[in-house]
């Protein structure tokens, strides 16, 4: 498989971030980070991404408004939203391409990363 040219990863826990970084890196994708989702927002805007994963250890909230403020900047872009084993907020998933349980991280994000991106001839 070829990979997609970026992925943005936004994430408030440092250590689950620049493990997940690595993680991708190691799958050959060229990785970008961002501590805040102010500033991931912002790095969104100004870099050519093809996917963007968000990982946020709250109740999902601020990971929905993350989301959404990158669908009304590029809508074609796939996100996908990293979550815990408890619930969300309602609404919190729905404008989510994919939808990965950190438990499963190592499995399952590569297989959702398959999924959303196009394939590349």
């Given at each position: ?14 250590v689950n971030l620049n493990l ?29 991404v093809n996917v963007v ?69």
């Amino acid at each position: 498989m070829r990979h997609a040219n970026s992925i943005l990863c936004i994430g408030n826990d440092p250590v689950n971030l620049n493990l997940r970084c690595s993680l991708l890196r190691q799958h050959g994708w060229k990785v970008l980070s961002s501590g805040n989702g102010h500033e991931g927002i912002l790095r969104f805007g100004q870099e050519t991404v093809n996917v963007v994963i968000v990982d946020f250890n709250e109740d999902g909230s601020e990971a929905a408004l993350i989301i959404g403020e990158l669908k009304r900047l590029r809508p074609e872009v796939p996100v996908i939203l990293m979550k815990d084993e408890k619930d969300l907020v309602p609404g919190a998933t729905q404008q989510a391409s994919a939808v990965v349980l950190k438990s499963r991280e190592s499995i399952d994000l590569i297989n959702a990363l398959k999924a959303v991106l196009p394939t590349r001839s």
